[in-house]
């Protein structure tokens, strides 16, 4: 096996059994990214001194006889959202250009703690919005499996950067689907936890209620390990859940006494693929031989998701990317006439055409007259949303969906059609919006040969059964790209 292909459990393994040094392992995939990123564009910064000084500081530490670190000497990528310090943090956009954070996310480290070495910061939809990383001001990044298609977003260069064997971890984010959607799109493991299991803090905010930092893996376990590192209480952030969740880290595929509930809403969808539906459905069937039971659930208020999530998401957006005004951070408008050309000509040069979009919807909605009509209304809606799931998992252990309604589509396709972008989060959407955990593991292929994923979901704080469930369906390696 190729140092690229080893899992991270694998890496761990031989760096502190000896077999293997950090420094080979970094050397090896920065060689690999260095000849194929050029054309995937999957990192927005990689640092190969620095990556190399830690891999040696990893080194050191093993042949000093400590070997606890849990991700000893495995190499993690880092969505361009998530702080570390003295690091570029762009946003993938020119607002962020060259903001510097003065200190490092929690999750990162939490990393750092368990001698994980970050690899390099990921290319993204700019501020997490978008759904094929077209929306980065910085670069395109391309689907490792097919280069004329898009990797998904807006967590599109992590997913990206796994499926190409640039790294067997990365950290994303999820607000709308960030991480799952990605992950279908380029065949790896990618999951969202449920809200509050991992701390937010030094996650640049876009919608505070619904953001989740989540891992991606080529492999179920290295998902649950990554998620196991991350996940805990935090002091600096008051929506971290206080109980660290219960992962067992290593499973069987064994579904006897569980249930799955599949959402004829999710199935009758239109725009839903029918080579999408028939991968989902033989997955469903490889659960069922694994000891399932699988029934039919309804989620009657899921077709509103979509709706009240780009009035919540825009809201809190608007909000968010207020602190965006050229003092306190990021770019800053030349020769600026008064405070008021100050403001408005740093946001109009730093900020993207979407970023402005949800800017403005968000503004809109939180305005007076409007507040009620919108806002407060969507509030409500979310809270039906979460009663339906409520209701599914009296009944059932985990639903099982589509995490896209297709594969990738080609770069462009959809480009000048916000709406069509927006649909293709139409499966993930309301799992933010209910705050339960999501996963989305590779369970086959289309014609073409483009990934699809199954989206598994469970009730809060059950993200363990998730992957207990994605090892049934695919126990393993899903394969690099090329
Ligand atoms: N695609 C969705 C959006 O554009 C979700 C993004 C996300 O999860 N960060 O808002």
Known sequence: MKVYELSAVAIREKVAAGEIKARAIVDELLARIDEFDGEIGAFVSVDHAAVRARADIIDAQVAAGNTAGRLLGVPVAIKDNICVEDVTTTCSSRMLETFRPPYSAHVIKKLLAEGAIIIGKTNLDEFAMGSSTENSALQQTRNPWNKEYVPGGSSGGSAAAVAAGFAPL????????????????????????????????????????????????????????????????????????????????????????????????????????????????????????????????????????????????????????????????????????????????????????????????????????????????????????????????????????????????????????????????????????????????????DSQGLPVGLQLLSSNFKDDLLFKASYAVNSGNVGIAF
């Open 170 to 445: 990365a950290l994303g984010s999820d607000t709308g689907g960030s991480i799952r959607q990605p992950a279908s799109y380029c065949g790896v493991v990618g999951m969202k936890p449920t809200y509050g299991a991992v701390s937010r803090y030094g996650l640049v905010a876009f919608g505070s209620s619904l953001d989740q930092i989540g891992p991606f893996a080529r492999t179920v376990e290295d998902a649950a390990l990554l998620l196991d590192v991350i996940s805990g209480a935090d002091d600096h952030d008051s929506t971290s859940a206080t109980d660290k969740l219960p992962l067992s880290l290593e499973y069987t595929a064994d579904m006897n006494g569980l249930c799955i509930g599949l959402p004829s809403e999710y199935f009758n969808t239109e725009g839903l693929s029918a080579e999408v539906k028939d991968a989902v459905l033989a997955a469903v069937d490889r659960l069922k031989e694994a000891g399932a039971e699988v029934k039919e659930v309804h989620l009657p208020m899921v077709k509103y998701a979509v709706g009240t999530y780009y009035i919540i998401a825009t809201a809190e957006a608007s909000s968010n990317l207020a602190r965006f005004d050229g003092v306190h951070y990021g770019h800053r408008c030349e020769k600026p006439e008064d405070i008021i050309d100050l403001f408005s000509r740093s946001r109009e040069e730093g900020f993207g055409d979407e970023v402005k979009r949800r800017i403005m919807l968000g503004n809109y909605v939180l305005s007076a007259g409007y507040y009620d009509a919108y806002y407060n209304r969507a509030l409500k809606v979310r809270r039906r949303i979460a009663d339906d799931f409520a209701k599914a998992f009296a009944e059932v252990d985990i639903i099982a969906a589509p995490a896209a309604p297709t594969t990738a589509f080609k770069i462009g396709e959809k480009a000048s059609d916000p709406l069509a972008m927006y649909l293709s989060d139409i499966y993930t959407i309301s799992a933010n919006l209910a705050g339960i955990p999501g996963l989305c593991v590779p369970c086959g292929q």
